[in-house]
């Protein structure tokens, strides 16, 4: 199995392999890998909880004798020759390769000190140290890692700064929004037990190399801020403010801000070590900024001498085998754009959940051609399914659940109780398509089966979300 790192750019995503000479390898620049744990019993066909642990690498080389884990990044990749050159200097053949290296943060200033993107393990380490001392901090993005931060930061100001016009736009509507609001000012629940991520670092890092190292480590799990204190300096407990539709105009200094005349300035008595200028014309100071506003596909260490197919969004093309144009090459994860023929009912995400299946399923092709075995496209490619948790609610997304690419003609049934759920169904032509599902609603396997079988649901009408019908049982 491979993981490949590139020296400068941060890797994560999917897990894959290439086979040489019969034996397998890991390449990484990290002392520890991840391994997945699915405790909670699967919840249905397609959806599935799991734990991110992060264990030492030497485990996966006691489990398979054939496994080697080489720690280097790579430098080069040679499809023509079919070979890859290490950071070291070394060379290593292949018959059939993997590259899963992840994506790398679309940072708002590649050199600001007083920005910061929470990307890998490290990040999230530095952002709690600088946190501490913080008063207040800008959060600009409005995807997962935004949501999870300004629910969970203590003891300082927020100002969140999203691009739409309701927060959570990746993964939900506006009425999902509006359900969650009230807890940003609502207390949090007590703090669940401690969780099993582990920080780690690079092999350079953990021997006493110096901290300042540009080398990132691996890509967050889904619990990252779990089991780490985000608390401000102030003595407060939580107050964000939201900033809607706008965007970052500029961010400047303290000096800046003496001699600039730009925008409407708030708290002017008051020294901040950065501003933040937005497009809605306010200007806010802060101890530091967050730039949370997604990745991109790290391909770029691979494309240089090859002729890789690469997708407008940056990631290596992959048919529904997950080959690459280049042979024997595959691709899995965030670095990969899914370039098949999708399912009416699927689309791809850059999520951790996409990624493991794709890991997955890249192996067993990988495995199948080796053996010059047929293998079709694996199931879980068939149905769009997630399940995550925002402001402490289960969240739970199924097929086309924010209405993508759907005809205008498609209808919403939404059932909604404060603080308790939010259900939403997409119809299109009566068959539902989509759901959202907020809360702990039992509902996930019915509404997947739903989806699945395409029934036509036209004679239920509104008493498809009837509270006082038990769904579940009625289409057991």
Same mark, same amino acid.
């Given at each position: 199995?491979?993981?490949?790192?590139?020296?400068?750019?941060?890797?994560?995503?999917?897990?894959?392999?290439?086979?040489?000479?019969?034996?397998?390898?890991?390449?990484?620049?990290?002392?520890?890998?991840?391994?997945?744990?699915?405790?909670?019993?699967?919840?249905?066909?397609?959806?599935?909880?799991?734990?991110?642990?992060?264990?030492?690498?030497?485990?996966?080389?006691?489990?398979?004798?054939?496994?080697?884990?080489?720690?280097?990044?790579?430098?080069?990749?040679?499809?023509?020759?079919?070979?890859?050159?290490?950071?070291?200097?070394?060379?290593?053949?292949?018959?059939?390769?993997?590259?899963?290296?992840?994506?790398?943060?679309?940072?708002?200033?590649?050199?600001?000190?007083?920005?910061?993107?929470?990307?890998?393990?490290?990040?999230?380490?530095?952002?709690?140290?600088?946190?501490?001392?913080?008063?207040?901090?800008?959060?600009?993005?409005?995807?997962?890692?935004?949501?999870?931060?300004?629910?969970?930061?203590?003891?300082?100001?927020?100002?969140?700064?999203?691009?739409?016009?309701?927060?959570?736009?990746?993964?939900?509507?506006?009425?999902?929004?509006?359900?969650?609001?009230?807890?940003?000012?609502?207390?949090?629940?007590?703090?669940?037990?401690?969780?099993?991520?582990?920080?780690?670092?690079?092999?350079?890092?953990?021997?006493?190399?110096?901290?300042?190292?540009?080398?990132?480590?691996?890509?967050?799990?889904?619990?990252?801020?779990?089991?780490?204190?985000?608390?401000?300096?102030?003595?407060?407990?939580?107050?964000?403010?939201?900033?809607?539709?706008?965007?970052?105009?500029?961010?400047?200094?303290?000096?800046?801000?003496?001699?600039?005349?730009?925008?409407?300035?708030?708290?002017?008595?008051?020294?901040?070590?950065?501003?933040?200028?937005?497009?809605?014309?306010?200007?806010?100071?802060?101890?530091?900024?967050?730039?949370?506003?997604?990745?991109?596909?790290?391909?770029?260490?691979?494309?240089?001498?090859?002729?890789?197919?690469?997708?407008?969004?940056?990631?290596?093309?992959?048919?529904?085998?997950?080959?690459?144009?280049?042979?024997?090459?595959?691709?899995?994860?965030?670095?990969?754009?899914?370039?098949?023929?999708?399912?009416?009912?699927?689309?791809?995400?850059?999520?951790?959940?996409?990624?493991?299946?794709?890991?997955?399923?890249?192996?067993?092709?990988?495995?199948?051609?080796?053996?010059?075995?047929?293998?079709? /496209?694996?199931?879980?490619? =068939? &149905?769009?399914?997630?399940? !995550?948790?925002?402001?402490? #609610?289960?969240? %739970?997304? $199924?097929?086309?659940?924010?209405?993508?690419? /759907?005809?205008?003609?498609? =209808? &919403?049934?939404?059932?909604? !109780?404060?603080?308790?759920? #939010?259900?939403? %169904?997409? $119809?299109?032509?009566?068959?539902?398509?989509?759901?959202?599902?907020?809360? =702990?609603?039992?509902l996930e396997e019915t509404f997947e089966n739903l989806i699945l079988n395409q029934m036509d649901l036209t004679p239920y009408g509104e008493d498809l979300l009837n509270p006082n019908i038990d769904i579940e049982d009625y289409f057991d």
């Amino acid at each position: 199995m491979l993981l490949y790192k590139h020296e400068t750019e941060c890797g994560g995503g999917a897990f894959a392999g290439t086979y040489v000479d019969c034996r397998k390898y890991i390449h990484s620049t990290w002392a520890c890998l991840f391994t997945f744990c699915s405790c909670p019993p699967q919840m249905s066909r397609t959806l599935e909880e799991f734990d991110v642990e992060e264990q030492p690498s030497s485990i996966l080389q006691e489990k398979f004798p054939n496994l080697s884990v080489i720690h280097s990044a790579v430098r080069s990749l040679d499809t023509k020759s079919h070979r890859v050159q290490t950071a070291d200097g070394r060379y290593f053949g292949y018959n059939k390769l993997c590259i899963c290296s992840g994506g790398r943060p679309k940072l708002l200033s590649q050199d600001n000190p007083h920005v910061l993107g929470i990307r890998d393990t490290d990040s999230a380490q530095e952002f709690q140290k600088r946190l501490s001392n913080a008063r207040r901090i800008v959060v600009v993005g409005n995807g997962g890692i935004a949501l999870e931060l300004v629910y969970e930061v203590e003891g300082c100001d927020v100002i969140w700064a999203v691009k739409d016009k309701s927060i959570g736009n990746t993964f939900f509507d506006a009425g999902a929004a509006q359900f969650l609001i009230p807890s940003l000012e609502a207390d949090k629940p007590a703090a669940a037990a401690p969780c099993k991520r582990l920080r780690y670092t690079t092999e350079e890092h953990s021997r006493g190399g110096s901290s300042a190292s540009t080398e990132s480590g691996s890509a967050l799990g889904p619990d990252w801020h779990q089991g780490i204190i985000l608390k401000g300096s102030e003595q407060v407990t939580r107050r964000v403010s939201v900033e809607y539709q706008c965007e970052v105009e500029n961010i400047f200094t303290s000096k800046d801000h003496l001699t600039s005349s730009q925008g409407t300035h708030r708290h002017e008595n008051e020294s901040w070590p950065v501003y933040i200028q937005l497009t809605n014309g306010k200007t806010f100071g802060c101890d530091f900024i967050v730039s949370a506003t997604g990745v991109v596909p790290n391909s770029e260490p691979f494309i240089n001498g090859n002729t890789f197919a690469v997708a407008e969004d940056g990631g290596l093309c992959v048919d529904d085998h997950m080959l690459t144009s280049e042979p024997d090459v595959y691709a899995a994860g965030d670095v990969c754009t899914a370039c098949w023929e999708h399912s009416p009912l699927w689309q791809q995400m850059r999520l951790w959940t996409q990624a493991r299946q794709m890991g997955w399923y890249a192996g067993r092709c990988m495995a199948a051609h080796a053996s010059t075995q047929p293998i079709e /496209l694996d199931f879980c490619f =068939e &149905l769009f399914s997630h399940v !995550t948790r925002f402001f402490n #609610y289960k969240v %739970v997304l $199924l097929g086309k659940f924010n209405g993508q690419g /759907l005809e205008r003609d498609h =209808e &919403l049934l939404v059932r909604c !109780t404060k603080g308790h759920e #939010y259900v939403k %169904v997409i $119809l299109s032509r009566g068959r539902m398509v989509g759901a959202v599902l907020i809360g =702990e609603t039992d509902l996930e396997e019915t509404f997947e089966n739903l989806i699945l079988n395409q029934m036509d649901l036209t004679p239920y009408g509104e008493d498809l979300l009837n509270p006082n019908i038990d769904i579940e049982d009625y289409f057991d």
